[in-house]
């Protein structure tokens, strides 16, 4: 073949090459089985693209929390001033309104000088599992406000908890709301607000030690108050508890059908115990606490997206709530949704789901205020590349949209961790500090994404403590000085999604 018509062949291909480049659709081509796809331009690019410092996110996070000491008031503000408007790792509130978690800061720092124990009831999926990111926040919420103890707890415990060993034997049949099909349900809705109970008709055994795990926090392995909250009790029911080498202390509870809470006080710190249970109860929950302040409750609930909690019995819940003082109810999902996300219809269905968990939760818990934590970057493979799923960063924009509009805290854990492509650079990181599924952190990435929120949650109270000295006027005034206001979310005009905002800072 001539020289020409080799060079004519060899621009040829290229030109069909190039064609090929522009015209093949981005899904692919199925071929039978098979899926044909054509390197994108961008595709091409990705590999050159500067991949997310973790270590330097983390940084900057943990940083972004921290003030410069100083005895003026004013340089205070100017600090808060840019924490509440600016700060991307902050907790966004309802209305821009720096008082939202007043209420609760009052109470929870008076609650050691009053002898009174308020609660924080922390619902989430698979990502709180093992009590690994509640863990930090407890440790950090009780060494400010006190309190101790692993705190609340099933009764019958499928997943082991880092900050409690425990294990149950006799005549207790365990009930959940949420589970795959080898779990039993119950023919009523009494499962109360770790969405399980266990069911005994005569004698049945709780047992508890002191947690021995490397991961655990200092305060859960002090244990000095130990309470059973349960309901539906027959006339001839007690529990007896048995700690360490002190004496049996038997408790006697007459017949209801409403939430009780059975309590023994001890005299120290024990680091076992057993509850023998005789007659017929559903025991929804065991409180292992400590002294007065605050109780930091773990509930996880493996595949849940957080829509289940209508199917609750109100009765038993506002009771249970009642009975516990829970004042912070934190809801952390999301996750499990993405996989059935295709489009943003999908995404506003889910959003309404969760408007009616809320009003649930609303009803049955008017003393309580609400926090909602979005879900973590979550990865997968497009073309050979792990990369962030292509919905969540508008599922996690319609997620702080509805929780603002529906008067709830947010945290914006997907931004925390570095926004998309976090979690491939999370897996890859030394030491991990995520899981090679590219969803669940490992206990090293759980107790940085914990210590970020202890972190966000005590700046308010921070702040609340430095507003008790100054003039409510002049804090506002300072705070919306030169229009620093936050940006509210608004709806964009032409988005078939009414969730996704226009502006979030």
């Not at 795990?213 to 305060?219: E, F, L, R, Y």
């Amino acid at each position: 073949m001539k020289p020409t018509k080799t060079l004519v062949f060899i621009f040829s291909v290229i030109a069909l090459l190039g064609i090929a480049w522009l015209l093949f659709p981005s899904d692919g081509v199925r071929a039978g089985s098979l899926t044909l796809r054509f390197p994108s331009y961008a595709e091409a690019r990705m590999g050159e693209e500067k991949t997310l410092d973790v270590d330097s996110v983390l940084n900057t996070v943990s940083q972004s929390f921290e003030m410069t000491c100083s005895d003026n008031a004013l340089d205070s503000l100017e600090f808060f001033r840019i924490f509440l408007t600016m700060n991307p790792n902050r907790i966004y509130l309802p209305h821009d309104d720096y008082t939202f978690f007043d209420s609760i800061f009052s109470l929870f720092e008076h609650a050691r000088a009053r002898g009174k124990t308020y609660r924080i009831l922390h619902y989430g999926d698979s990502q709180i599992e093992m009590d690994r990111i509640t863990s930090i926040l407890r440790q950090r919420v009780q060494e400010i406000f006190g309190g101790s103890g692993p705190n609340m707890i099933p009764a019958i415990q499928t997943i082991p908890s880092i900050s409690v060993s425990q294990r149950a034997s006799g005549d207790l049949t365990r009930y959940t709301l949420y589970g795959d099909s080898t779990t039993r349900r119950a023919s009523h809705k009494r499962y109360g607000v770790m969405t399980q109970f266990s069911q005994t008709h005569s004698y049945g055994t709780i047992s508890f030690s002191k947690t021995s795990h490397s991961q655990a926090q200092d305060n859960v392995k002090n244990i000095s108050r130990v309470a059973l909250l349960l309901g539906n009790t027959g006339s001839d029911f007690s529990a007896t508890l048995q700690c360490d080498r002190l004496a049996p202390m038997k408790r006697l509870q007459e017949a209801s059908n409403g939430a009780a809470l059975v309590t023994w006080e001890l005299p120290c710190n024990v680091k076992r115990g057993s509850i023998t249970t005789n007659g017929r109860a559903e025991i929804y929950a065991v409180l292992l606490d400590g002294g007065p302040g605050v109780c930091v409750d773990n509930v996880p609930l493996r595949g849940c997206s957080g829509t289940v909690f209508t199917r609750i019995d109100k009765k038993i819940m506002a009771q249970s709530l009642q009975l516990l003082d829970t004042r912070l109810i934190i809801l952390q999902f999301g996750g499990n949704r993405m996989p059935g996300i295709r489009s943003s219809k999908n995404i506003v269905n889910y959003m309404a789901e969760l408007e009616r968990q809320i009003a649930f939760f609303k009803e049955i818990a008017p003393q309580a205020k609400m926090l909602f934590i979005g879900p973590s970057d979550m990865s997968r493979s497009y073309n050979g590349k792990m990369q962030t799923w292509k919905n969540l960063p508008e599922l996690n924009d319609s997620l702080k949209v509805m929780a603002l509009r529906n008067n709830l805290a947010y945290w914006d854990l997907f931004h925390v961790m570095g926004g998309e492509g976090s979690m491939a650079q999370y897996v890859k990181h030394s030491p991990a500090l995520a899981g090679p599924d590219y969803i669940h952190f490992t206990f090293t990435g759980a107790q940085k994404i914990g210590s970020a929120l202890a972190k966000s949650l005590t700046t308010y109270y921070d702040f609340y403590k430095l507003r008790q000295r100054l003039p409510n006027d002049s804090v506002l005034d300072f705070i919306k000085r030169d229009s620093a206001k936050v940006i509210q979310p608004q709806q964009l005009p032409f988005s078939s999604n009414p969730y996704l905002p226009a502006h979030i800072q």
